[in-house]
Antibody
C-alpha cells in the first residue's frame, strides 16, 4: 500500500524557516517524480513545487521561487521542502504527492497518491 | 502560466442528478488535464487523467471529456458520497496549475 506521511509543520513567525518531510513507503520511491501542493485555510489547491527522480530538476510556483527548496533523499525514501523567509500567505496545509507514472518530471502525468498533509501557520 | 477557470464555483444538486462541471484553460493543453475530488479534511483523490481516462477504482458514473481549452467532468446519478469539491489541474506545463474548485452541495 502506498503511503506518504508528511511532518514538520507548525507555528512559525514571519521571516522564519521550516523544513517539511514526506516519508514514503509501498512503492519504489526512486522511480517517481514528486510534488508539493498546498491549500490555505478554506481555499483551493495551489501547486507549489516538483522534483525529478534524480533530484536535479526542480520546478517552483512563482509565489515560492527563491524562498522554498525541494529536495529528496532516495536512500531514505523521503521528500523535503525547505521553506525560508516565510510569510503569512504561506499559511496552509502542505501535501506531498506522487506522480502517477514512472518517468521524467516532464511527463504529463497526474498526482495519484497524496499524503494527509501537514499544517504550516505563519503568524506572530 | 496557464490559467484554469472552473464553472460553476458552487453547485447545488440532489441525489440522482446528473452534474456537469466545466474547466477552461487559457491556452491549448491538448488532453493533459486531470480531475480530483476533495472531501472536507481529506487529501485530494485522483478521478480522471488524460481528460477522459478513469483512474482505477473510481466509479463509472464519473466521466471526463474535452480537449484543447474546454473540458468537462460529468457525474451521472449523483450519490451521497459525491458531495465534495472538485478541482481540475493542467498537466501540460509547469507550473501545474489548478482550477479554483467547484463545490457540489446537497440541495
Amino acid at each position: 500500500e502506498v503511503q506518504l506521511l508528511e511532518s514538520g509543520g507548525g507555528l512559525v513567525q514571519p521571516g522564519g524557516s521550516l523544513r517539511l518531510s514526506c516519508a514514503s513507503s509501498g512503492f519504489t520511491f526512486t522511480n517517481y517524480a514528486m510534488s508539493w501542493v498546498r491549500q490555505a485555510p478554506g481555499k483551493g489547491l495551489e501547486w507549489v513545487s516538483a522534483l525529478s527522480v534524480s533530484g536535479v530538476t526542480t520546478y517552483y510556483a512563482d509565489s515560492v521561487k527563491g524562498r522554498f527548496t525541494i529536495s529528496r533523499d532516495n536512500s531514505m525514501n523521503t521528500l523535503y521542502l525547505q521553506m525560508n523567509s516565510l510569510r503569512a500567505e504561506d499559511t496552509a496545509i502542505y501535501y506531498c504527492a506522487k506522480m502517477a507514472t514512472v518517468g521524467t518530471i516532464s511527463g504529463k502525468h497526474p498526482l495519484d497518491y497524496w499524503g494527509q498533509g501537514t499544517l504550516v501557520t505563519v503568524s506572530s | 502560466d496557464i490559467q484554469l477557470t472552473q464553472s460553476p464555483s458552487f453547485l447545488s444538486a440532489s441525489v440522482g442528478d446528473r452534474v456537469t462541471i466545466t474547466c477552461r484553460a487559457s491556452q491549448d493543453i491538448s488532453s493533459y488535464l486531470a480531475w480530483y475530488q476533495q472531501k472536507p479534511g481529506k487529501a485530494p483523490k485522483l478521478l480522471i487523467y488524460g481528460a477522459s481516462s478513469l483512474q482505477g477504482g473510481v466509479p463509472s458514473r464519473f466521466s471526463g471529456s474535452g480537449s484543447g481549452t474546454e473540458f468537462t467532468l460529468t457525474i451521472n446519478s449523483l450519490q451521497p458520497e459525491d458531495f465534495a469539491t472538485y478541482y481540475c489541474q493542467q498537466l501540460n506545463s509547469y507550473p501545474r496549475t489548478f482550477g479554483q474548485g467547484t463545490k457540489v452541495e446537497i440541495k
